[in-house]
């Protein structure tokens, strides 16, 4: 019996502790913290298009199947265009890949720029 008491006044003690404390915050984390562009290029095509080269960084510990990435113009950020990228091969985790010939959407005369938003 008095082992008893003993075990119920311990778990008791757990349980306490355990509702006095509060969770942790959820880890704020961007994406593109992780899987990043690195050595981007652009040129335009006589179309106004712009043609972009590009290596993927992915430093996560999953294999990544499609991107999406946000691009714009003349650091318009809020005027971007969401481009989805696929690479013939998933890039494995902690790889690095690169990517040529993408098409980003109209540039006209302008400076491009792109960053990862989301990956699967």
């Known amino acids: 019996m008095k082992k008893l008491v003993i075990a119920a006044v311990s778990m008791a003690g757990l349980i306490e502790t355990g509702l006095c404390q509060a969770p942790a915050p ?3 984390s961007n994406i593109s913290d ?5 050595s981007f ?9 712009g043609i972009a080269s590009f290596a993927i960084v992915n430093e996560t510990e999953k294999q990544i199947s499609s991107l999406e990435l946000t691009c714009w113009i003349d650091n318009e950020r809020e005027r971007g265009t969401k481009v989805l ?3 013939k091969e998933p890039i ?10 993408v098409n980003i959407g109209v540039v006209g005369a302008s400076k491009a720029a792109c960053e990862v938003t989301a990956a699967e």
């Open 85 to 87: 990228v696929w690479p």
């Open 41 to 49: 290029q652009s040129r335009k095509r006589d179309d106004d298009n």
């Open 26 to 28: 959820p880890v704020q």
């Open 34 to 38: 992780h899987i990043r562009i690195e």
């Open 92 to 101: 494995p985790a902690r790889k690095t890949q690169q990517f040529s010939n």
